[in-house]
């Protein structure tokens, strides 16, 4: 049976085929759904875990144990995970174990644009990148024949454009894959320094291995063409290349990533007239090319930033310039803005209004950095809202009346409550808010462990915000909803004033579940209205201008009386 797939779903379904038994993510885009897909078979035990790091390390506690395991990640999520990476290169698994992660050419929904692949170098962990979603399938079970052969933890890299895009796949039956027996093996498992001193030869000894094996597997091929021309390139970078230049050169393929294939590169670059490297982001292929000896040309073509192109890739090599796909007219601007009746909203505009210094994290509650909200001074990772809140308080006392962080609740659970405890434990008179809108918003509504339902929707344990902050030394505990604003901006004055650390627990669903009861659509009696434009400082997509009034879009509305509460001459019902 052939089905399209989603490159993600793809890796799903590779998941499936292969006899994976555990697998535990964080949600991030590019690769949240990959743990999605793969819950909805029976035979995949699936979880979101509090963060990349502990879901890594239960994956990698899985396949210790003898199951084939794996875990999922954007590519800002494999910081998060590195500190179990580079000591599982040197321990090894029993059962195979796949660490997936999603790079964002582009920058399409991160906070920076990084090359995983350096990772892979850095903790001598082989690693493949599939260019289509039938590879996602192939190179799963590749990923697992090479985990267990290898004893190692098998890199997948993704990218935005392979995740989400679709191709046609073969779908195959499950294989059942035994767990294997555990057996206690101190030297291999406890990571002492002397221990570790007797992994690492074994480390190097993996790599002139699978270097070998490199060099002759078909994961790494040619495809012949014209000899004027040759070109190397993996994953999209490849999609790309053959597209642009078809029956014009002549490929050098590559599936695996590290360790590179140097007999393979040698000969093939022997056989063209002219090299070329094409890989975006950064220049690991060609670094290595060139480290061999080898002329190349790659990154004096082509850029270090975001995502190549078809045209580009053509006009580069060939010559060809393309007609644009575009229309000649200018295409308006759109900026993402948080959604018609976001809870986020509210707590922004207070924040705005009180001109306060705002810490912010990631969420989608960072579009409280746009216009006309303007309310956030920072957003760097996951967690450093409360840090960083710290450390400009130790560095500057008086800003603890001035400044606050603001971090959603599941970011907060994340990597938000050791930057808490520091708070408490080395006393700063922290205000620290906590944004609940009762589910992961940013990457498409995954529940989290504060949400009291599994990704299996099963019911379970809900952590209690507020117990936790307490339990993490915080006294001064307060909860409100973010559309009471004048509520909201007397308890922000009262913590601010106080000398000790405080939480404010800003709660109201987010707008736009399932389970959250839509109002009528709110209105603007144009008589009424006296155009102050108090109901455009919020920034709702719903409200705009017309004719020299203020006016709503019911198609946007959902009557959350935000603006409602500003008017001041009663225009809005």
């Known amino acids: 049976m052939k089905k399209l797939m989603l490159g993600n779903e793809a890796v799903a379904r590779g998941l499936y085929e292969a006899g994976c038994r ?5 949600p991030g885009t590019p690769s949240t759904e990959i743990t999605e897909a793969a819950a909805e078979y029976p035979e995949i035990y699936a979880e979101w875990a509090p963060n990349e790091k502990v879901a890594a390390e239960s994956a990698f506690g899985a396949a210790v144990e003898g199951a084939r395991s794996f875990t999922g990640m954007k590519h800002v999520g494999l910081n998060v995970a590195t500190d179990l990476v580079f000591t599982a290169s040197y321990t090894g698994i029993n059962g195979g174990m796949i660490i997936a ?53 098998v890199f997948l890299r993704l990218s935005t454009r392979i995740s989400h895009s679709q191709s046609l796949v073969e779908l195959k039956d499950r294989v059942e894959v035994p767990v294997r027996p555990y057996e206690k093996n101190i030297q291999k498992y406890v990571m002492s320094p002397a221990n570790a001193m007797r992994r690492h030869p074994i480390v190097e000894e993996r790599t002139r291995r699978l270097t070998a094996l490199a060099n002759t597997d078909k994961i790494n091929k040619v495809i012949p063409g014209s000899k004027k021309i040759g070109v190397i390139a993996a994953g999209i970078a490849y999609d790309y290349a053959k597209e642009a230049l078809g029956e014009n050169a002549s490929y050098l393929k590559l599936g695996m990533l590290y360790p590179l294939p140097t007999d393979l590169i040698r000969d093939f670059a022997a056989s063209v007239e002219k090299l070329y490297v094409i890989e975006e982001l950064d220049p690991i292929i060609e670094t290595h090319v060139r480290a061999m000896g080898i002329a190349c040309q790659g990154k004096e073509l082509f850029s270090l930033i975001g995502e190549y192109t078809v045209a580009d890739i053509r006009e580069k090599l060939l010559g060809v310039k393309s007609a644009s796909v575009y229309a000649a007219e200018d295409v308006p601007v759109r900026p993402p803005v948080l959604c018609p009746g976001c809870p986020h909203r509210g707590l922004f505009y207070v924040l705005n209004k009180l001109k306060l210094s705002v810490s912010g994290d990631i969420g989608c509650y960072t579009l409280g950095s746009s216009a006309p909200l303007s309310a ?31 971090i959603g609740d599941s970011t907060f659970i994340h990597s938000g409550l050791t930057g808490l405890v520091n708070i408490t434990y080395n006393n700063s008179p922290a205000t620290v808010i906590i944004a609940d809108n009762s589910i992961t918003g940013m990457t498409g509504h995954q529940p989290n462990p504060a949400t009291g339902v599994t990704l299996k929707d099963q019911v379970t344990n809900a952590v209690n915000l507020e117990e936790a902050v307490r339990a993490c030394g915080v006294r001064r505990v307060r909860v409100v909803d973010p559309y009471e604003t004048a509520e909201l901006e007397k308890i922000l004055r009262e913590e601010l004033a106080a000398e000790e650390p405080s939480v404010v627990i800003t709660r109201r669903p987010c707008a736009l579940l399932k389970t959250v009861k839509r109002n009528r659509p709110l209105s603007i009696d144009p008589d009424k209205c006296r155009r102050c434009r108090m109901c455009m400082k919020i920034g709702c997509p719903a409200i705009s201008f017309e004719k020299g009034y203020a006016a709503i879009d019911s198609s946007l509305c959902v009557g959350c009386g935000l603006c409602r509460s500003l008017c001041k001459f009663d225009a809005i019902g």
């Open 22 to 26: 555990y697998v535990s993510s964080y």
């Open 101 to 153: 992660v999603a790079d964002d050419q582009g920058m399409h929904s991160s906070q920076n644009e990084q090359d995983s692949r350096h990772y892979a170098v850095s903790a001598k962990m082989p690693m493949l990148e599939p260019c289509d979603s039938g590879e996602c399938i192939d190179y799963v079970k590749l990923a697992y024949e090479l985990s267990e052969e290898y004893d190692t933890p």
């Open 376 to 406: 956030m001074d920072t957003t760097i990772d996951m967690g450093a809202s409360i840090s960083m809140l710290h450390g400009r308080i130790k560095a500057r006392p008086e800003a603890a009346k001035t400044t606050v962080a603001v």
